[in-house]
């Protein structure tokens, strides 16, 4: 049933700061995506993360085909995917930075395999990259999930208008 109460303005002008806008209107948690190469961790961060399949086990994430990082990891062997927690922006926005160590005072550690997983994160997961498909301006890339380790108790980053947010349980 539509509702008349609001007057919803729909632009037809979808610029990109428009688009960045709307979308950000959704919130997301925030993964950390890495591996060793060379010698040391190599990630970025990714709000673009979505499970996709239980059988078998898959998710996505979306990579920005401007990336300098993904052609890094996208060869690894296996990625780490770090769900990271309330009080990990700081760490959030060093990810996402193109300049300086984006793993510089972060705990982490690597798998036999050389998955990357960031310490105090609310889950771990680890992957094989899988099929690689068009996404416009990004690569969509689907993940084949090897391993998970939830830590109960441990809320998510949550990513909103462009700000850090904390969850709060409904009444």
């Known amino acids: 049933m539509a509702t008349t109460d609001r007057n919803p303005s729909i632009s037809s002008e979808l610029d990109a700061g428009a688009l960045r806008r709307a979308f950000g209107a959704y919130p997301t948690g925030v993964v950390a995506v890495g591996a060793?190469?060379?010698?040391?961790?190599?990630?970025?961060?990714?709000?673009?993360?979505?499970s996709?399949?239980?059988?078998?086990?898959?998710?996505?994430?979306?990579?920005?085909?401007?990336s300098t990082t993904w052609p890094r990891l996208a060869g690894a062997p296996v990625l780490g995917l770090s769900v990271l927690s309330r009080g990990q922006g700081a760490l959030c926005r060093r990810l996402a930075s193109r300049a300086g160590d984006r793993f510089d005072g972060t705990p982490w550690q690597a798998t036999a395999d050389g998955a990357v997983l960031i310490h105090d994160a609310?889950?771990?997961l680890t992957a094989r990259?899988?099929?690689?498909?068009d996404g416009g301006d990004h690569e969509i890339v689907l993940l084949e999930l090897l391993g998970a380790e939830l830590f109960p108790g441990?809320?998510?980053?949550?990513?909103?208008?462009s700000q850090f947010r904390e969850l709060t349980p409904h009444a």
Request: proline share 11%; charged share 10%; net charge negative.
């Open 122 to 124: 609310a889950l771990w």
């Open 154 to 161: 441990v809320e998510p980053l949550v990513f909103h208008t």
């Open 52 to 66: 996709i399949s239980l059988e078998p086990p898959m998710v996505a994430i979306s990579v920005a085909r401007a």
């Open 36 to 50: 060793l190469r060379d010698g040391g961790p190599v990630g970025f961060a990714a709000s673009s993360f979505v």
């Open 129 to 133: 990259v899988g099929p690689v498909h």
